[in-house]
């Protein structure tokens, strides 16, 4: 019996996972990117192709390859030619299609006045 739940329960993550690829949402770690259809034209380049840093540990989501990562005002866009990956030393590799991307940090709860920023 425990099995079949945990089976469920295993299934029913990677359903959720696979519907969020579907809707253009990925993961990794404390960051999610989802995709855009343009990156605003007042966006610069920011040279170095990292996403985000870790606060604690001082590793960093970064593209592994070609890619370009562009800031408007606190937004963090990513545009990719080709397919590319995402590597963080405490987190799986993630590999994401050709496109655009918006780089989103996750927030957590607090409390009902307040929520923040996840760090790694």
């Known amino acids: 019996m425990t099995r079949y739940r945990m ?6 993550g990677l359903a959720n996972a696979e519907r969020r ?3 253009g949402l990925y993961r990794q770690g404390d ?7 343009q ?7 920011c040279p170095g192709g990292i996403l ?12 592994d390859g070609d890619g370009q990562v562009w800031r408007q005002d606190t937004r963090l866009y990513l545009e990719l ?3 590319s990956r995402i590597v963080h030393e405490e987190h799986e ?4 299609p050709r496109g655009l991307y918006e780089v989103v940090g996750q ?6 006045e307040e929520d923040r920023l996840v760090f790694d």
Do not use: K
């Open 7 to 12: 089976g469920g329960i295993l299934a029913m």
């Open 21 to 23: 690829r579907r809707m």
């Open 31 to 37: 960051i999610v990117l989802r995709e855009v259809s």
């Open 39 to 45: 990156v605003p034209e007042d966006a610069h380049p």
């Open 52 to 63: 985000a840093y870790g606060e604690r540990t001082g590793h960093s989501h970064r593209i």
């Open 81 to 83: 030619e080709q397919p």
């Open 93 to 96: 590799t993630l590999t994401l």
């Open 107 to 112: 927030r957590e709860y607090v409390s009902p």
